[in-house]
């Protein structure tokens, strides 16, 4: 939205500069359902701009090939602004006019505390660590079938991951199973690295960095913990950095075979980006199997067809990230919907 800012921040060249200005003067708006993301931005701003800023953004937040991702579940306000307008810089230099910075929130304890309340103050019957086998139907409503239970139930809300609603779905559903099953995710690892006071000086603006696939890393996004997040900074002065390896796609990851290798190559990316000296003092590995979806393109029309193959079979709903949902705010918005939706229904 701002190509004095991009002129200030020293990411591209000048011939990159100067290619995505084209942006302001390129003629045409989208017109159809979803392109790609990658292909967009190389046609309005350049390739400087895809590989540069937006395919690592990508790589931090979304996962897969730019050039294959939908830009309208990957980048929805710049979708709807392209659409709509002539020039993308212009419209959102316009909206973000009077915008407040936007900030990182989090819960304070870690993200699981949401699903701990949730389960402690609900009014409802809920039953933890407990997979569901499959749904069926039964009468009007359904089955829903546990390892220990069975609930009868007048709707159902499957708030899964696409391959494992494919196989709660296949018997009730089975065509919208089968698109289900098509879809893909990514798997990425997070690794956590300590290090001493000192031995780590991150820049005092901004709290991470962003790993263009050209400059070959392990690593596609690292934070500084301790900035972005001051609630989990260690009180003696350690830096805690959180690293993402991989992007979601064959590639760095894909040989990795062990935790040591991991830490290993992200704290060689972490010397070799923010001029760390020595090893950290303490690491932990997370590995996130099939995590992150692949938003491809005309991702949202398969969905609309799978939603409503299921209205067809009864009152099913689907729920979450990998559907129309993004983020945590999606997720808890569309679940509101659909449970007043749900309630009046009943009512």
């Known amino acids: 939205g701002s190509l004095s800012a991009l002129l200030r921040s020293r990411v591209l060249s000048w011939r990159g500069l100067v290619r995505a200005a084209g942006d302001v003067v390129i003629p045409g708006k989208i017109v159809g359902d979803d392109v790609s993301l990658g292909g967009f931005v190389r046609r309005r701003f350049g390739n400087e701009v895809a590989e540069r800023l937006v395919d690592p953004l990508m790589a931090g937040t979304r996962a897969g090939d730019i050039d294959r991702m939908s830009m309208r579940m990957a980048a929805e306000p710049i979708f709807e602004a392209a659409t709509k307008h002539r020039s993308v810089t212009l419209a959102l230099g316009r909206a973000k ?7 990182f929130l989090g819960l304070k304890g870690g993200m699981s505390r949401l699903v701990d309340a949730l389960a402690e103050r609900s009014d409802a019957d809920v039953h933890l660590s407990t997979p569901v086998r499959r749904v069926t139907r039964s009468g009007a409503g359904f089955v829903v079938e546990a390892d220990d239970v069975e609930i009868e ?21 089975p065509s919208a199973a089968r698109r289900l099953a098509d879809f893909t995710f990514a798997s990425v690892s997070v690794v956590n690295l300590l290090y001493p006071p000192g031995a780590v000086r991150v820049p005092s603006t901004g709290s991470g960095l962003l790993v263009p696939r050209s400059e ?27 690293c993402v390896v991989g992007r979601g796609e064959t590639g760095p990851e894909g040989d990795i075979s062990d935790d040591d290798d991991i830490v290993a190559r992200a704290s060689a990316d972490v010397r070799r980006f923010l001029g760390a000296e020595g090893d950290p003092i303490a690491t932990a590995v997370h590995r996130w199997e ?7 393109v005309g991702h949202r029309a398969r969905v609309a067809a799978i939603e409503n193959e299921l ?37």
């Not at 070959?216 to 959180?242: F, N, Q």
């Open 97 to 103: 006019r009077g915008q407040q910075r936007p900030r």
């Open 153 to 173: 139930a007048d709707a159902v809300v499957v708030a899964v991951p696409a391959h494992a609603a494919a196989s709660v779905l296949a018997d009730v559903a």
């Open 311 to 347: 209205a067809e079979v009864g009152n099913l709903s689907l729920v979450g990230a990998g559907y129309t949902a993004t983020g945590l705010n999606d997720c808890l918005l569309q679940g509101l919907r659909i449970a007043d939706s749900i309630a009046s229904a009943r009512d």
């Open 290 to 296: 099939r995590a992150l979806p692949r938003f491809v």
């Open 216 to 242: 070959r890393a392990s690593i596609a996004a690292c934070t500084w913990v301790s900035s972005k997040w001051p609630d989990e900074a260690p009180a003696d002065g350690r830096l805690l950095l959180r």
